[in-house]
């Protein structure tokens, strides 16, 4: 069955960086484009990153662009979120999709 582990959230200071990693099993995971999202306790679901199943083309949300980066190694079937200049507000559960399925949701929390 489907199946999207994420991996890699934990603490990080203001400012500091972490890599989040996704990995994806169950599905051909080359033909599917992917996704970040963060839903924050009590609030709505929202969307972070996509990439195209190639990697080819990327987006961001604007509460991150110039900060994060998304980028896949299809070769691993494996998802990744490298978050930069990290703030307060970041500080969330987040979940990668794609083959029409979420991960359990990786913690990330930030700060001092």
């Known amino acids: 069955q489907v199946q999207l582990v994420e991996s890699g959230g934990g603490l990080a200071q203001p400012g500091g960086s972490l890599r989040l990693s996704c990995a994806a099993s169950?599905?051909?995971?080359?033909?599917?484009?992917m996704s970040w999202a963060r839903q924050a306790p009590g609030k709505g679901l929202e969307w972070v990153s996509g990439?195209?199943?190639?990697?080819?083309?990327?987006y961001y949300a604007d509460s991150v662009k110039g900060r994060f980066s998304i980028s896949r190694d299809n070769a691993k079937n494996t998802l990744y979120l490298q978050m930069n200049s990290l703030k307060d507000e970041d500080t969330t559960l987040y979940y990668c999709?794609?083959?029409?399925?979420w991960g359990q949701g990786a913690q990330v929390t930030v700060s001092s």
């Open positions: 999709s794609g083959g029409n399925s």
């Open positions: 169950g599905f051909t995971f080359s033909s599917y484009g």
């Open positions: 990439i195209y199943s190639d990697g080819s083309d990327t």
